[in-house]
């Protein structure tokens, strides 16, 4: 990653909560789907997130850009994640990363 990429990267959290499925099915769909997110342009890391005591679930995805991250939101990825009867009460929240404290705090 060159250094000035820092400067435009850009952040999507996502959360839900499982409805009607466990977490181990969840896991599950996580690991068959994980390379299809590896895949997504643009998309330097995802994280994967699980809190099962407050039954919250989602990713916090880090993008070399803010089209990365607009072009993801319109992708059929999205909207099948989105679509999934499997998650609820989801909510998607877009960040723009500040570059510098995060250069400090070691991003790259």
């Not at 997130?49 to 679930?57: F, I, P, R």
Request: hydrophobic share 45%.
């Amino acid at each position: 990653m060159r250094v000035d990429t820092l400067d435009t990267m850009h952040i999507l959290i996502i959360n839900f909560n499982l409805n009607d499925i466990t977490r181990a099915e969840y896991e599950t769909v996580c690991a068959e789907v994980a390379p299809e997110f590896a895949a997504i342009p643009g998309l330097i890391s995802k994280k994967w997130l699980a809190n099962e005591v407050t039954n919250t679930y989602g990713g916090v995805y880090l993008f070399e850009s803010e089209k990365a991250m607009h072009d993801y939101q319109q992708s059929e990825l999205f909207k099948s994640v989105a679509g999934n009867p499997g998650f609820v009460n989801a909510s998607a929240t877009p960040f723009e990363m500040l570059a510098g404290p995060s250069k400090v705090t070691g991003v790259a």
